[in-house]
């Protein structure tokens, strides 16, 4: 199994930029599906941000296009979410997911993950 941790959550004002990490433990990353989520307050959780494999092409909601950008470090066996021009309506915990037998259509739906880490906070102030 395969285990993740959030970093790099603050306070950030409106236009500011912050980086987000998810740490993976006990399997590679390259073996999985990476993807990050968010939830806002009183809010269904969100699709964000993924991709199923290193080198695929990466797939963003349209909330964030153009504002963020995930990438994956191999040899750190980490994922990463650049965000920037951040929004107040940005604010929520942010969450990574792994899963290994998704298909392409199933990347975007939170209940397909297997694996999560527990969540990093982004407010962003106005």
């Known amino acids: 199994q395969v285990q993740l941790v959030e970093s790099g959550g603050g306070l950030v004002p409106a236009g500011g930029s912050l980086r987000l990490s998810c740490k993976a433990s006990g399997r590679s990353i390259n073996t999985y599906t990476m993807t990050w989520f968010r939830q806002a307050p009183g809010k269904e959780r969100e699709f964000v941000a993924g991709n199923r494999r290193n080198g695929d092409m990466i797939y963003y909601s349209d909330s964030v296009k153009g504002r963020f950008t995930m990438s994956r470090d191999n040899a750190k066996n980490t994922v990463y979410l650049q965000m920037n021009s951040l929004k107040v309506e940005d604010t929520a915990v942010y969450y990574c997911?792994?899963?290994?037998?998704?298909?392409?259509?199933?990347?975007?739906?939170?209940?397909?993950?297997?694996?999560w880490g527990p969540g990093t906070q982004v407010t962003v102030s106005s």
């Open positions: 997911a792994a899963d290994r037998q998704l298909i392409l259509s199933s990347l975007r739906t939170s209940s397909q993950y297997d694996y």
